[in-house]
């Protein structure tokens, strides 16, 4: 069984950054694991912001983050990042990291494992 744990979200304004990290419990092979972010907004559904694959060679974007965040992995310290720039109010959100064995996905459903979410507030 993989653990998640993520960390780094809070309030800030538009414009700003800020860096999110998910860290997978100790004796994860992480290697094996394509990561993910996904994010839900308040009354909205859950959706993908960001994959990177297992030898960080592939990653994938949601539309309207392209340019703005940055998906990374560093597999000896069994953490996955997403740093967030010029963040925008409607990158509001409890952001959640996932984790799959198999290829890279963009479908929440393919995700086998799931951290329990860090909340992104950005105000105007």
């Known amino acids: 069984q993989v653990q998640l744990v993520e960390s780094g979200g809070g309030l800030v304004q538009a414009g700003d950054s800020l860096r999110l990290s998910c860290v997978a419990s100790e004796g994860t092979i992480f290697t094996v694991y394509y990561m993910a972010w996904f994010r839900q907004a308040p009354g909205k559904e859950q959706e993908f912001v960001a994959a990177?694959?297992?030898?960080?060679?592939?990653?994938r974007y949601t539309d309207s983050v392209k340019g703005r965040f940055t998906v990374s992995r560093d597999n000896a310290e069994r953490t996955v990042y997403l740093q967030a720039n010029s963040v925008k109010p409607e990158d509001t959100g409890i952001y959640y990291c996932?984790?799959?064995?198999?290829?890279?996905?963009?479908?929440?459903?393919?995700?086998?494992?799931w951290g329990q979410g860090t909340q992104v507030t950005v105000s105007s």
């Open positions: 990177i694959s297992r030898s960080r060679g592939i990653t």
């Open positions: 996932a984790a799959r064995l198999g290829d890279i996905s963009t479908k929440a459903i393919d995700y086998q494992y």
